[in-house]
């Protein structure tokens, strides 16, 4: 189960600070609570004010008022194991060590629980949270129940309204004999680094807990998510905080608090990540709908950014695009003549860049509409028009990448019937000379596709042998092949170290080469030339 996280509480050193308060009429109860049918956090119903001089910053009138709507979650789990058989069955020793539930092999039942945080964001019982918080915690479980906590200790049962796994989000529906206190999503936009924020919820199962840090970092990636672009906060990482909110000093929800980095006790070392607001409204609205949540898709599969290496290698600049190393060939991509090897810069004019990835922009653009892909292929600028599909789901995803494969294979040239791949000159005649690369490559004939185990459609050069000093030596291996040399298809030995060389000759440090290994997914390596 992921780790949660919450927002540590900061020192304030003495000074002209900035304290809460709540604007005069605004109406509450003695809890905190606004009248039934108005937000905690209504425009007006917070404002800033000075303190006397030297006094420490306060946010208890603010967590007064938004306390109310920030619930606790938990779930009952009935997890199913198989129990390995007992290997004294049938034997005079069958209950030497006692007898247990499944000793014969059979499933063995045991109970789970998870806990987490959430918020309550309309009147008529409407709880926002993380998927992962009510979603099964491991293999063969299943969730029997779900339990809202409010603040004044009232428990509901609650019922799932609907998920959606690659934002971990999740939509809970509970049902109150009267109003309840709601806060409202606001403009993560405009969320600045250094701004403070204020975190409510549920750490280690012990009840509502406020805590304050500062925004650290905005559009971060974790990389276990395609559309992750995370806020991220010098916030206490705890566990049971994930589906919290986390607040702007306006009482706003900016951020649910969704991941951490911690330390590998799983405590707290001042890295968190929240969903910013801008990325779970839209969705959270559509699971309120009941509709399903839809996403972009144009058939490509994407190698990154372009980091040093790679710009050194195309002549482009760093930092700016993505990298196409597959394409689907019934897609939209492909029918609107995306190829493998484009840098893709731009969709609908938004720059793809290390913050703001091709997928998150791509997923953005509703189904039947048409993007714009600002593309370079081979030095030169193009605009292509997709017309974006709907995402399939991840089992129809899963289904279009393999594994990967074996690298042992022959180098001696020859084919099934012992005659010769190459020129016909003996043993490993169609091997390239060591080049600047510091490899050698044979032609992809059928018998050496088989034996490395790629696609029979697969084109290219197979490297026979590397260079273990040099930088091909630590990126490349035995049995990989090469489709491409700086976007330049390769089929021979000869053109494979042609088009090597013409990046030498070019003044390019780096080659970028398009390598399949087995049957795993493309990918694009920059490699660097040898010196001399």
Known sequence: MRYAFAITSALLLGGATATLALQPGAAQNALGQSAPGVAQNEPGA?????????APMSFADMVQRLQPAVVNISTRQTIVRQQQANPFQGTPFE??????????????????QSLGSGFIISADGYVVTNNHVVAPG????????????????????????????????ALL???????????????????????????????????????????????????????DQFIQTDAAINQGNSGGPMFNLNGDVIGINSQILGSQAGGNIGIGFAIPAEQAKPIIDQLMRGQRVMRGYIGVTLNGTIDDE???????????????????????????????????????GQEVNPDT?????????????????????????????????????????????????????????SDDNGGSAGAGKGPGAAAAPANALGVNVLPLTPTIARQVNVDSTVQGVVIASV?????????????????????????????????????????????????TRGRAQNVFVAVRLARG
């Open 46 to 54: 917070i404002q800033a004010t000075t303190p006397r001089p030297g």
């Open 357 to 413: 990835s091709l997928s998150r922009l791509v997923a953005a653009v509703p189904p039947g509409q048409t993007a714009r892909l600002d593309v370079v292929r081979g030095g030169r600028t193009q605009t292509l028009s997709v017309t974006v599909a709907a995402r399939p789901s991840a089992e129809q995803l899963a289904a279009l990448t393999g594994q990967g494969g074996d690298d042992d294979f022959s180098t001696d040239g």
């Open 95 to 112: 209950g030497l060590f006692g007898q247990q539930q499944g000793g014969n092999g059979g499933p063995q039942r045991q109970e789970g």
């Open 310 to 348: 790679r710009a050194d290698a195309l002549g482009i600049p760093k930092n700016r695009g993505e990298l196409v190393s597959h394409v689907e060939p019934t897609g939209p991509a492909a029918r609107a003549g995306v190829r493998v090897g484009d840098v893709v810069t731009a969709v609908n």
């Open 138 to 169: 491991a293999r063969g479980a299943t969730v029997d129940s779900i339990t809202v906590i409010l603040p004044d200790r009232h428990e509901y049962t609650a019922r799932l309204v609907g998920r959606d796994a690659d934002s971990d989000l």
């Open 173 to 227: 529906k509970i049902d109150a004999p009267a109003p309840l206190p709601f806060v409202r999503f606001g403009d993560s936009t405009r969320a600045r680094v250094g701004d403070w924020v204020v975190a409510i919820g549920n750490p280690f199962g012990l009840g509502g807990t406020v805590t304050a840090g500062i925004v650290s970092a905005l559009h971060r990636s974790t990389g276990l998510g395609a559309y």
């Open 467 to 515: 260079d273990q000093a040099s930088d091909a030596g630590q990126k490349l291996r035995r049995g990989d092949v090469v489709q491409q040399v700086n976007g330049s298809p390769v089929r021979t030995a000869a053109e494979f170290t042609s088009a090597v060389n013409a990046a030498k000759t070019a003044g390019r440090p780096s080659v970028l080469l398009l390598v």
